[in-house]
């Protein structure tokens, strides 16, 4: 399941027409609080088996259920609602559902709903099939006892007068947009599987950054040095902002303030001539300012404001274009100056274009894939002094290596999963991998990830270091390294609004496992 | 609710810009001459917490101050409103001649969202055209006073945009009053008529007003024949008040006597988003030949012409370079060799030194 947090895809809410769309209703517990919630589920329109336990058993998974019933999967704006004892597991009771098929509304909003089940379910490259059961179960996330429908007709009480062309017309762009902001969502975080890695130990700089008096960060998605040491954080407050720091963590100044390319940050990244480099998933923009903070080169462009609110995207993606940029994620450089671009989001490709901004190669394309050269979500990237580009292919849980003509090289896929990467500078370059804790943390997955590898770039990996955490030095959601010395590790967490400064222990030699 | 206009906007414009992707492929002009020229680097001083977004306009006054309109963006709908209402998204800047950073004009203006052009009159008045709010605005020399105010800004916007119906569906003749669709551009004649081009959206039209802003007359429709247009983008009057229209879908400029007589058109010269013409009997008209905002491998240079339609010479070509275009919008020609250009897809004004 990809949803559309601020690293995450959405797409698949397209593939079900509004007509399709079932709705699960359960009356609302007293006390409760909601939360918007996008969710995929597996829907079983047949009554569910009596005992309910027999597909809520923590020891049966997908695979079973798959095979006992005539399934669809469903995508569905959900309220998950979470009662005064917290977030409860899994229902006990089969959920009420009612639902609209193709050849019209099956039951009226009031005289009671079919029945069935939703399941919310892991969706993988691999496919459910083969999942395996105890983890899938493991990994689901808790299912509140009671949910309600987030502005699907039918279901919940607001829906009742509400199951009018018009009024869906509009609703369905503003609950994306909510589920866009509240998402909490259900995400096939892979579990690293190389062996024998040692850790590194480390320590986190306490209370690293200063922001102005009054000020904080807000999410801290991209973080990035110049040669001087100073400290650049592209974040997301109420606007999207770009803060400079020295390098003793001391605020600087505010670079680009109400820049018309700011809409959403992804990405900072600082070229060997100190120009700033900003990455912006709103906006459709990368941004070249100089060392001094002035526009220097725009790549990509904004929909024309005159042509109006744009509606969250659904559908195929359109043809990827030269110079259209969506949801672009990252750019790096080689020593050539050529311009490398992740894109994105909804594009699934990396750009190569040349010093002055002109197109010259792709490699993907509007299509996601996994095969070699193609990307799911490439939501990182740089490049080596050899201009071999490292991608971080994030929901292919793997990191792709391509020539500098964009040709696949090789992947890695022990790992985790690939959100973002770093390789440091200096004639010995070294290349950081962040298996990072999504977003929406289930149970258990602090567990299984939130690790940085730090590597050669033959595929040695030598150590790893970090958890999750919400206080320091845990992470919570690593979403970009600076690493311009291999030994001061800098990185910026979405969900604690935080950057630190980690200093790493020399260790000893050891591991030697590949990264493949 | 009154003043409530839907705003069928979005089909059109995808159908302007689909037929300029069918039709400027074969430009003309290629064999013109190259004009030698430079861009002066850093010509306008920007304050450290002020940036360009899209130059949708850039003029000059008498004494050689600029004066650049500019999309910054952000433009804002409220929500818990009874109403989606909307503002913001552009703002007016003034240079000296130097460069040097002068004031902001109309800070938070009830009209400034959609910036399309800025103009000065011959007696230094600031003109300020919004495609968004569908305003043309007359703002004192100093830009301190509005003077005059053409069309009217909707009361509230269409979330998401578009929706049913709208003014001057159909023929695109746009209604025949004095508001506006889109409106791309002003010029004036000797006498201090105005003339809008109007426009972008649905209106394919040049609207004619009075000195003292009362509605003469309009003319023109949706259309590919003479005296029809497929997207005014710009407008500039000569000495003997003819009106020359940019028709940037029809890939042609199209002469008209004042009060819309057709004279005839000229069609060497690509699709014509941005015009400016010197003033004086030898005029001069200079014409932009804009690549669209999502391709820099076409396109983009500018052509120096006599209003008779024989070209002295281009320059530029499209790219993200000094020297080089992204989708020109305004050209000011105040002097005939020293242009300011700006451009949508390099949030930038350049200032061009024709040698």
């Known amino acids: ?516 | 609710m009154s003043g409530i206009r839907g705003k069928h906007k979005s089909c059109p414009m995808r159908a302007a810009l689909m037929i300029l992707v069918a039709v400027s492929a074969a430009v003309a002009q290629s064999g013109a001459p190259e004009i030698k020229f430079d861009s002066v680097p850093n010509p306008l001083k920007l304050p450290a917490n002020i940036y360009f977004g899209e130059a949708g306009g850039v003029a000059t006054n008498s004494h050689g101050d600029v004066f650049v309109y500019t999309r910054t963006g952000h433009a804002t709908v409220t929500i818990g409103t009874s109403r989606p209402f909307a503002h913001g998204g552009s703002r007016l800047f003034e240079f000296d001649r130097t460069g040097k950073f002068v004031r902001e004009i109309g800070k938070d203006s009830y009209g400034f969202m959609g910036a399309s052009q800025v103009r000065v009159d011959p007696t230094d008045n600031i003109w300020a055209v919004d495609e968004m709010t569908n305003m043309v605005m007359k703002f004192d020399p100093q830009g301190q006073r509005i003077l005059m105010l053409l069309g009217r800004k909707a009361e509230n916007v269409n979330v998401p945009a578009g929706g049913r119906g709208g003014r001057g569906g159909g023929t695109g003749a746009g209604q025949p009053t004095d508001l506006f669709d889109r409106p791309s551009d002003v010029a004036w004649d000797a006498a201090g008529n105005i003339f809008v081009a109007d426009g972008m959206g649905n209106n394919a039209r040049v609207a004619k007003f009075d000195k003292d802003g009362k509605f003469v007359k309009s003319w023109g429709r949706k259309g590919t024949g003479d005296g029809e247009f497929a997207g005014v983008h710009g407008v500039a009057v000569d000495a003997q008040g003819n009106v020359y229209v940019a028709d940037a879908g029809n890939k042609r400029i199209q002469i008209f006597g004042n009060d819309g007589n057709f004279k005839k058109s000229l069609t060497n010269v690509g699709s014509p988003q941005a015009v400016c013409l010197t003033k004086g009997t030898n005029a001069v008209l200079y014409v932009s030949n804009s690549n669209p905002v999502d391709d820099i491998d076409r396109d983009g240079e500018i052509y120096k012409m006599h209003p008779d339609g024989t070209v002295v010479g281009k320059f530029g070509r499209a790219g993200k370079l000094p020297k080089e275009f992204g989708t020109v919008n305004a050209i000011d020609c105040r002097d005939e060799n020293t242009l300011y250009v700006g451009e949508i897809g390099n949030l930038r004004v350049q200032k061009i030194v024709l040698h």
């Open chain 1, 1 to 516: 399941m990809r949803n559309s947090n601020c690293c995450q895809h959405v797409r698949s809410r397209a593939r079900i027409p509004v007509q399709q769309q079932f709705c699960i209703s359960r009356s609302l517990a007293a006390g409760g609080q909601c939360a918007a919630v996008a969710r995929k589920f597996l829907f079983f329109p047949q009554p569910p088996p009596n005992d309910p336990d027999q597909w809520l058993k923590p020891n049966r998974g997908a695979r079973d259920l798959r095979q006992t019933a005539k399934q669809k999967i469903v995508t569905l704006n959900v309220r998950q609602f979470v009662t005064k004892d917290g977030i409860p597991a899994f229902g006990r009771q089969s959920l009420e559902t009612c639902g609209y098929q193709d050849d019209g509304p099956r039951h009226s909003p009031r005289d009671g709903c079919g029945n069935g089940i939703a399941l919310p379910y892991l969706d993988t490259p691999q496919g459910l099939a083969a999942q395996p059961d105890d983890r899938l179960v493991d990994q689901l996330p808790p299912i509140a006892e009671n949910w309600t429908t987030d502005y699907l007709p039918g279901c919940n009480r607001i829906g009742d007068r509400m199951w009018q062309e018009t009024f869906m017309k509009r609703v369905l762009m503003l609950s994306a947009a909510v589920a866009t902001i509240l998402a909490g969502p259900l995400l096939a975080q892979q579990k690293a599987t190389i062996p024998g890695v040692p850790e590194i130990p480390f320590t986190t700089v306490p209370n690293f950054l200063k922001p102005p008096p009054g000020e904080i960060l807000g999410e801290s998605v991209a973080v990035a040095t110049n040669s001087k040491g100073h400290i650049f954080v592209f974040h997301r407050s109420a606007n999207t902002r770009l803060f400079e720091f020295d390098p003793a963590g001391n605020f600087v100044k505010e670079i680009g303030s109400g820049y018309y390319g700011f809409e959403f940050s992804h990405s900072v990244r600082v070229d060997k001539d100190d120009n700033i480099w900003t990455v912006d998933e709103g906006a459709n923009m990368i941004t070249k300012f100089s060392p001094d903070g002035r526009v220097a080169m725009v790549l990509g462009s904004k929909p024309l404001a005159v042509l109006g609110a744009v509606a969250y995207p659904v559908g195929p993606n359109p043809p990827a274009q030269k110079y259209v940029l969506c949801r672009p994620t990252d750019v790096g450089w080689d020593t050539q100056g050529n311009i490398f671009v992740s894109d994105g989001y909804c594009n699934n490709r990396v750009v190569k274009y040349d010093r002055n901004g002109r197109f010259l190669a792709q490699a993907g394309s509007e299509k996601a894939g996994s095969g070699l050269g193609e990307f799911n979500l490439p939501h990182a990237l740089q490049v080596d002094g050899n201009g071999h580009v490292w991608v971080a292919d994030r929901s292919n849980n793997r990191y792709q290596e391509l020539d500098n003509d964009l040709k696949p090289l090789k992947e890695i896929k022990n790992l985790g999963t690939g959100w973002t990467d770093c390789i440091s500078s200096g004639p010995h370059q070294y290349i950081f991998f962040s298996n990072s804790n999504p977003n929406g943390n289930m149970p258990g997955t602090w567990d299984n990830t939130g690790e940085i590898y730090k590597a050669e770039l033959d595929g040695t990996v030598l150590g790893k270091f970090g958890r999750p955490g919400k206080a320091a030095p845990g992470f919570q959601v690593v979403h970009m390294m600076d690493c311009r010395n291999p030994n001061e590790i800098i990185v910026g967490e979405i969900e604690s609004w935080r950057v630190q400064k980690l200093l790493l222990k020399p260790v000893a030699a050891g591991g030697g496992s590949k990264a493949q």
